[in-house]
């Protein structure tokens, strides 16, 4: 294997040089706890409140509406299970979608198993949710609204703004895991009428083991960690200052290249998008044509398994990812792609590119090129193919090309 | 997390591909649950199995032990066959993933499935093979109603 070919930037990014550097003196020279009272460690304490800031001013929010967490999944997890505490008086009605992380999906099963009610929207066929749907869901006893702001599976982005004003008038509060789309889409929490939001460090660029979530002024949620004064008291335990200072650089980096940044990659995901569906035979593309992730790129290959295409192009030094049920160690498929109306069988053969920053045309080319071999050496050794040659080209779900 | 035998025999697969008028044909798995091997035989006369192929839609262990077990049975007669089990195909791939472990199975049954279909043509019957538990093609049928 020559050279590595980074296409699965969903599940994690590189961490910037950049990030590492303003990471690396806050391990061993400013290492100060930034409680204590001394100048030595409360330098450190500015230095977070400053990374703070940078958030805030990226979402349009306050820079006391931001608490840093462990991540995206830690994130959500306050989210759902604070508001539903907090808000428990008025009632025990939670909506979300069905195309959730399972950091959300799994913390509603956590939350119904204790009295609450929870609606998982449908999404259409390209993975966006119905408004009319979520009208219809509202309860007078429904305490929280939370859809994804872009799909982690097919890169599908929600209608936020009619989401929030939807959320607005009737009194709900609006959750956002935003740990796809922060960083790559421009978001403003007054705008989309936000009132929480979850991120993460790793997907911008930044380090694992640092996320934030973003609780607007006013919203009433309790400590998810108890302990300390840290966070606003809100989530205590000392503060990851690296990671924290490693997240606001990445947030600020992020913002800086975004415009550049998504407008490439958009261009070389359009390129692979067409080059793939023109040149592939009985292949789809999963989620929005045009409402997707700029990086995020899910097609369907009829008749193959996605795990054997994974390790096929892993051996031509590709990282990409899969929806299928063996690389998801259950017996079914993704519930993203079976959420949009995929069969089975189409969503085992699934396959998510995603780009990242330093991703080239020549990577995309040469992605295209493994592909064709790839896909069409499974199908050759498909049983499934077979019987699909033999019963002549029968009309299929598939698009022709 | 695959074993490098099964990683050589995902890479390069033994026996793959069709028998035209074979003796035997067996599917098994289903295209829901994201496994289907189907497995040809050609048995001469003394009930020898002369060539053997495969097709399977799968994951790497799948692919794996499909392959394994259609060399494990080539030139075997139909009992020496019968003793291949899914035991015997981990074990001849250096072992399988737990979360695998019915891919074996399913390589055991597919060799079953053949050798049903071949018992059944030629109107014998073979010492402890029972019919086939899946079949793929009714869910199959169904299924593409849906579409």
Known sequence: ?401 | MYSEKVMDHFEHPRNVGEIENASGVGTVGNAKCGDIMRIYLDIDESRIIRDVKFKTFGCGAAVATSSMATELVKGKSIQEAMQVTNKAVMEALDGLPPVKVHCSLLAEEAIHAALWDYAEKHGIKIEGLEKPKSDIHEDEEAEEEEY
């Not at chain 1, 759902?80 to 509603?108: P, V």
């Not at chain 1, 009319?132 to 429904?142: F, M």
């Not at chain 1, 050794?381 to 077979?386: A, D, G």
């Open chain 1, 1 to 401: 294997m020559e050279k590595l070919i980074y296409l699965d930037n969903a599940a994690t990014t590189r961490t910037a040089p950049e990030v590492v550097e303003a990471m690396l003196p806050y391990f061993t020279e400013n290492y100060g706890n930034p409680s204590s009272v001394y100048s030595f460690a409360s330098q450190n304490k500015n230095a977070v409140n400053m990374q703070r800031e940078i958030i805030a001013d990226a979402l349009g929010a306050k820079s006391n509406e931001i608490y840093f967490t462990a991540g995206g999944s830690e994130a959500d997890n306050w989210a759902l299970k604070a508001a539903a505490e907090a808000y428990g008086e008025k009632g025990n009605h939670i909506i979300t979608t069905k195309i959730e992380h399972h950091a959300i999906l799994h913390t509603c099963e956590y939350l119904e198993k204790r009295g609450f009610e929870v609606t998982y929207l449908d999404v259409d066929e390209e993975g966006v949710v119905k408004l009319q749907d979520l009208e219809a869901a509202i309860r007078p006893t429904t305490i929280l609204i939370s859809v994804m702001y872009a799909n982690n599976e097919i890169g599908t982005l929600q209608p936020m703004k009619e989401i929030g004003e939807i959320a607005l008038a009737h009194g709900i509060l609006f959750h956002t895991d935003a740990v796809q789309a922060f960083g790559q889409v421009p978001i403003h929490v007054d705008e989309y009428h936000i009132d929480m939001l979850s991120a993460s460090g790793h997907k911008l660029n930044g380090p694992k083991g640092i996320g934030f979530l973003y609780i607007r002024k006013g919203v009433k949620i309790r400590s998810f960690v108890h302990g300390g004064a840290q966070e606003r008291k809100r989530r205590a335990g000392t503060e990851n200052v690296p990671g924290i200072i490693g997240l606001g650089t990445a947030v600020r980096r992020a913002l800086k290249t975004m415009k550049t940044r998504t407008e490439k990659e958009k261009k070389l995901r359009d390129y692979l998008i067409d080059r793939v569906l023109a040149e592939i035979p009985y292949c789809r593309l999963n989620g929005h044509r045009t409402k997707r992730l700029p990086n995020n790129a899910n097609f369907s290959f009829q008749f193959i398994e996605g795990e054997s295409l994974l390790i096929r192009l892993d051996m031509k030094g590709i990282c990409g990812s899969s929806g299928s049920a063996c690389t998801s160690g259950s017996l079914d498929p993704s519930h993203v792609l079976l959420a949009i109306g995929l069969p089975h069988e189409i969503a085992h053969g699934s396959l998510r590119l995603t780009l990242g920053e330093d991703t080239t045309k020549e990577e995309m080319d040469y992605v295209v090129e493994a592909l064709k071999e790839i896909v069409s050496g499974l199908r050759n050794m498909s049983p499934l193919y077979e019987d699909f040659i033999r019963k002549n080209n029968r009309q299929t779900y598939f698009m022709k090309g």
